[in-house]
């Protein structure tokens, strides 16, 4: 499957990416090892959006907080 998620990175040309507690795009609470994913720095905040794409090698589903009705699916 493909998955996107947006990302503050600070070096975009950077090899490789490791993320934890990223905010997840589309369905991201299914993202496992082996999906595509695209990785967009945001360009709310000044990135220059798309910056990569690659094959997810590990992810972890980070529990929701208690008291929030709609929260965001988050990954590492």
């Known amino acids: 499957m493909m998955f996107a998620i947006k990302a503050e ?8 990416f490791g993320f934890s507690a990223q905010k997840t795009m589309y369905g ?21 959006g798309l910056i990569a ?14 008291g929030i009705a709609r929260q965001t699916a988050r990954v590492s």
Do not use: C, L
């Open 9 to 16: 990175v600070s070096d975009p040309w950077a090899e490789t």
């Open 28 to 48: 991201g609470k299914h993202i496992a090892k082996g999906d595509t994913i695209f990785v967009f720095a945001s360009e709310n905040q000044g990135g220059p």
């Open 53 to 66: 794409s690659g094959v997810v090698t590990s992810a972890k589903a980070i529990a929701k907080k208690r």
